[in-house]
């Protein structure tokens, strides 16, 4: 990841306005800030969420809240829970989804 030239900057996460995205089951709720080509967000799954797709999009995952589970296409699942985080490239084999049962709050670049 390259970030690109700008001054330091805060960012206060409650003056963003979150956007909703639903899920095969439930929703998440996206606090995203856009710097170049780098985006940074705080999502918020809905428990019993179920993500709609595959991706093969890259992130550095920290979950702040709650517990994940990460399932890669190949069928490896991972359990992710308050303090852990997931790193996955762009490239290679590891379309992944998110679900989770009870909720979670994730830090989230990509």
């Not at 089951?25 to 993500?51: C, S």
């Not at 550095?60 to 991972?78: A, H, M, P, T």
């Amino acid at each position: 990841m390259k970030i690109p030239d700008l001054l330091f900057t805060v960012t206060n996460w409650s003056e963003i306005s979150p956007t909703k995205h639903l899920g095969e089951t439930g929703y998440a709720l996206w606090r995203t800030l856009n710097i170049g080509d780098i985006r940074i967000r705080i999502v918020e799954y809905t428990p019993g969420y179920l993500a709609d797709h595959w991706c093969d999009r890259g992130h550095i995952l920290y979950v702040l809240e709650g517990e994940l589970l990460s399932e890669l296409k190949d069928g490896r699942v991972f359990v992710l829970t308050k303090g852990m985080s997931y790193q996955v490239s762009d490239f290679g084999d590891a379309a992944h989804r998110s679900s989770t049962k009870t909720g979670a709050t994730l830090f989230i670049v990509d």
